[in-house]
């Protein structure tokens, strides 16, 4: 990755709007935005792309958000992963998803200018 | 009742004795009465015969007497050959001596009539010729003559008596003349007459065999052509007795008992009747005496069988009563009982005894049934409670259901509900922050993106509402001392400045086992709802204290309007909401995390005082 150049960012959703409005909102803040819309659209995008972070649902029509955090993980470890739920999470689920590799939740709708400062922050810390 | 009737064996007995004492002697009575009828008319026959037969002695003896008179006159030594003036005095003399005789005459062989002398003739009288006459040619071949009835003047009844006058000096002797004499029946009709009285029912007569009459009881009655009825002729004709008797029944339907006996030596019968009801009149009264006293008899023997029947059927009929009561399951107060001496003492007997075991028997079965309603009673209650408490249980079973149901509703709908409203959010912030620093010149616009910002925020708060209540999160429930909880919950709660937060905690500090989370929520929703409910200024008061069997109490009181009664007790039901917005969870969150904790909540309020929840919890177990 290159100084300066914009953070490449892959949003995984089935919900077209939610990804189009995310990503718009997110290239304002300066990030580069791709979208895919089912696991296998996402695992593609990922190994072609290589992004330095991932938004993803963790309900997909054809897997689980979780699958696809554990398999990006396995790739990189330093890719960050972030999940969105719209449903409450048990700690018990989310302890699973740390463990699989999730560096952070979100539940809709989010605060958009936590979601994009939280994003930076883990960005920087990477870095280091 | 049973008890007044005389009962039927009493007239079973009254029966038996009817029977037994009644019938023979009545049978007794009439044979008797038969046989004593029988001999009264026998007797009475006979009697009256008698006196037919005596009377005819009578008349016989009366005839002869005259006969004999004759006889000796004309058996006179001298009368033969007497000159006729001797004859003639004595003829005179028989006259004067015998009022019966009417005429008396002598008449010579040849028939002419020698001397005549009569009562009523007068001197020189007529001098008849007999020698063709039947009785002369009778008397000079027999030597007497006894016959010819006729009515003298035409009236009186007379006989002529004739004998031959015997020449004694003559070998053999022979008539030589007639002695023949008229004689007069009418004493026979007086003799009678005395005999059977007119008073009397009795009638007696004399009578020819050819029906004329000679004599008879009643002169009165007597008239010259009298003859005996032709009825009683013809049964007197057929008789070949020389007396006797029986029931005649007439032509004119009249009975009567006659009697009758022939006069010896003549053709005449001397006949009694009398009626038949006189005849026996003897025998009716006993007869009817009789009856009459065998009705006295039967009445008696009534009376007092009905009395000894009673008196038999008495300790029965009181024995029965007994039984009666007993069987409608009177024990106490049971007739005096008769201990008689007899078969029915000893019924009396066993009947004691049988009630006495009965009452006891009754008595245990009475406490048995006792016995059994209590266990029924304690068994229904009981089934019933169990009844209760599982229709508590089934009502909580379908209340979870339902609300696991609403749950999962809720789950799916918050959650499709989300992504929507996720969507308008990163829309809405996109264009604020495309629009920057133009928006200050448009506050409307900037206006109308705040509204928009602050109704995604109700809207998501409400979709966590209902997924909070709906949650199935397992308790976590964390040791706390509940005044240090509810101190640190206050101490961050961001009360308004208009209500005034009274809190008065009891120090005691009672270890409790809380889900921190939860119970937060739930004490931050009533304290939410306090606050709602005082728009301008109020006081909410905070209290701890000790509650009932050990447990702990948390007290949140509002100075607000208060709860209608009908409200009240909807309050902690889910989807029950009085506000414009509101999911009408908050309340039903309190109760479902109370009640988590084993505790229970309730509420309490006066409209226009304020409204109190009063939360008691269970305390830590050491």
Redesign the interface.
Known sequence: MHEGQQPKLLIIDD?A??RE??A??LE?DGFECHQAGTAEAALAAAAKLLPQVVIMDIQLPDSSGFQICQHLRKKSKSTILIM?T???L?AEEKKQGFELGADEYF????D??ELSVRIRQLLSRSRV | MAATRRGKLAYKILFCFLLVSLAPMGYLAYRLVNISQAALRKETLSMQESLAVGFADTVHKYVMTFKNVLMETAGLEEFSSMNPAKQQQYLNRIIQVHLAVLEISVINPAGAELLRTGRFLGANPEMRKFASEDFFIKVMSRGQYIGRLERFQRLYPALTIAVAVMDTKAKPPRPVGVLTAKISLNGLSSMLGMEFPPTGKSVASVVASDGFMIAHSNLEAYQPDARLSEDILKILRTQSEEKGGGDITLANGARLLGAYADVKGLDWIVYVQQPLETAYQAAAEMKSQTLSVFIWVFLVVILLSLLVAVYITQPIRILREAADRLGKGQFEDLPEIMMTDDEIGDLAQTFLTMSESLKEKTGELISAKRELEKFTKFLEKRVEARTRELKAAQDELIKKERLAAIGQMASVVGHEIRNPLAVINNSIYFIKTKLGASLESDAKIAKHIKIIESEIQQANGIINEILTYSRSRELKPERVGLDAFIEELLSVYPFPPHITVDKKLSASNPAVDLDITEMKQALRNIIGNAIEVMPESGVIRIRTAPGQNGSALVEVGDSGPGIAPDVLDKIFTPFFTTKARGTGLGLAVVRKVVERHQGRVDVESLVGKGTTFRISLPKAKA
Not at chain 1, 107 to 110: A, D, G, I, L
């Open positions: 919900d709007h939610l409005s995310l718009e909102v304002l969105m719209g449903r409450f048990s539940t809709k709708p989010f958009l200018a």
